[in-house]
Structure formats: C-alpha cells, structure tokens
C-alpha cells in the first residue's frame, strides 16, 4: 500500500524569515514540499491532503501573482473535498479563495488564550498558542464558520461546513526552539503564559487523522 500523498505549501516569499515553514515541515516529514511563493505549482487532483503555511506576504498584496493562483487552486480543493489544513497565512488566503476578507490590523506576535469550539481538530490542544501575525480574517468565506476565537480576533479559526478545510490563524508549529528568534525579532508578549503551556502539535495529528492521512509507524 503506498503512502498517502500530502503536499505542504510553503508561502513564504523572504528566505530570512522561512524558519516557520521548517517549523512546519518538520511536523509533516512525509509531505512534499511545494515551494509555491517562488513558483513551484502541484496538481490538487493528486494530493490526498495539503497543508498551507504561513507568509510575511499579505493576501490583498495583489501583485505578487502567485496569491491569486493558490485562491484559485484553494478553490479546486474545496470542490474536489481536497482535506486541507491552512495555518496563519492559510487560514487568510483560504478565506479570502471563499469571499471572505483580511484585513492590516497591527501586529499580534505572544502567547495567547485562545477559545476552541467542540471539533474534533482541537482535541488535546492547548488553549494557550503562538501568535505571530499583522492581518486577521475580519470577514468569513461562503460556507466557512467560526470554530476559535481569541479576545484580539474574533475569528481566529474556521471549518467549511460540507469540504474538509480547516484553518486556523495562530502557528501549531512554532515551539519553544524558537523562542530567543522571536524575543529577538519582535515584541514578543507572553503575558503570565509560557511555552510549557504550549502543546500545538497535537492539531497535527489530529488534521491527519481527520484527513485520513495518519503517518505510518516505523
């Protein structure tokens, strides 16, 4: 029996800051690895699953050509019920493929308590996550509901009600391993959190067994 085909979509256009897309690969070792910012493209048709990563690139940024491109394939996914996963960047570009908009707000970047809805992505997840982000979701996508909230962002994670697309804004993948390049980098606020309160990866898993895609055991 071959391994199912998952395809992680890396959309960050600035090599200094593509250490969150590692982040995330390292969470899906088995996935391929679609280089979509600098122009690598993949066939939704073979994919058995997809994961979209994050960008320091905004949705609106209209002249980076490849954004509309994934909207469109984000679209297909959708139709062909591709189970897919959107983190950060992904939650906003799937969103925004659907009608929804995004929007400039100022950045977030913390630890942060975030309210999960009863759906099976966030079993065993920590409500405690990492925000690291300067545009939100202010408008769902047709067919997309609200499924996390947060107190700085009312939309903060979505699920389409009949395709298996789930999208959150916060980054399952960043651990505390990259703790000193965030303090470093921004104005990082952990409030009274810490990364021991921090158990994100968890969402992985469950995006895999949800997409039936679990990784084999070695």
């Not at 960050?12 to 690895?33: I, K, N, T, V």
């Not at 058995?48 to 002249?63: F, K, M």
């Not at 591709?82 to 570009?93: A, D, E, S």
């Not at 303090?183 to 969402?203: K, P, Q």
Request: with cysteine; net charge negative; proline share 5%.
């Amino acid at each position: 029996m071959s391994s199912p085909s998952i395809y992680l979509v890396r959309n960050e256009h600035d090599p200094e800051q593509s250490y969150h897309c590692d982040a995330l690969a390292s969470c899906f070792p088995d996935a391929r690895e679609i280089q979509f910012s600098a122009g690598e493209r993949f066939d939704p048709e073979a994919a058995d699953a997809v994961v979209l990563s994050g960008s320091t690139a905004g949705v609106y940024e209209r002249e980076r050509e490849w954004i509309p491109e994934l909207e469109n394939i984000v679209r297909e996914m959708v139709d062909r019920e591709v189970p897919t996963l959107g983190v950060c960047f992904g939650h906003q570009v799937a969103n925004a493929a659907l009608g929804g908009t995004v929007e400039a707000v100022g950045l977030t970047s913390g630890l942060v308590e975030v309210t999960f809805d009863d759906n099976p992505l966030f079993d065993g997840v920590s409500p405690i996550v990492v925000a690291l982000h300067g545009d939100a979701v202010t408008e769902r996508g047709e067919g997309m509901e609200t499924i996390a909230t947060a107190e700085h962002d009312p939309i903060f994670g979505t699920r389409h009600r009949s395709a298996p697309l789930w999208t959150v804004q916060f980054h399952p993948e960043i651990t505390r391993e990259y703790r000193e390049r965030l303090v470093a980098d921004f104005d990082w606020n952990e409030d009274e959190h810490s990364f021991d309160d921090v158990a994100g990866e968890r969402l992985f898993e469950n995006f895999r067994r949800l997409a039936g895609v679990e990784q084999a055991s070695v």
